[in-house]
Nanobody, 124 residues
Framework: QVHLVESGGGLVQAGGSLRLSCAAS????????MGWFRQAPGKEREFVAT????????QYADSVKGRFTIARDNTKNTLTLLLNSLRPEDTAVYYC?????????????????WGRGTQVTVSS
């Protein structure tokens, strides 16, 4: 079992930045690829970014590429997502997820553990 807790969400103006964190506990963090997903009101949950077990490979949704950065620190069991140049359409609940594989994936069905999410609201 992997327990994930997100933090760092909040209200920010368009063009601003936020840093989301995900603290992991339970199993060995470095055994898991990690991902960030988000769900806006009235919409399906969607992929945002993913990172492999050692942080050497990352992948981003086209909508956030160049603005968001995913990173991990296996010594601190922490996953982060840096959100820059935020837009109102980035408003959503952001979820951290762990996949029982060292290989990253953009497919949410391949993730085994999920946090409860943190709200990001971007005002125009």
């Amino acid at each position: 079992q992997v327990h994930l807790v997100e933090s760092g969400g909040g209200l920010v103006q368009a063009g601003g930045s936020l840093r989301l964190s995900c603290a992991a506990s339970g199993r060995t963090f470095s055994n898991y690829a990690m991902g960030w997903f988000r769900q806006a009101p009235g919409k399906e949950r969607e992929f945002v970014a993913t990172i492999n077990w050692r942080g050497s490979s990352t992948q981003y949704a086209d909508s956030v590429k160049g603005r968001f950065t995913i990173a991990r620190d296996n010594t601190k069991n922490t996953l982060t997502l840096l959100l820059n140049s935020l837009r109102p359409e980035d408003t959503a609940v952001y979820y951290c997820a762990a996949r029982g594989s060292i290989y990253s994936s953009a497919s949410e069905v391949l993730y085994d553990y999920w946090g409860r999410g943190t709200q990001v609201t971007v005002s125009s």
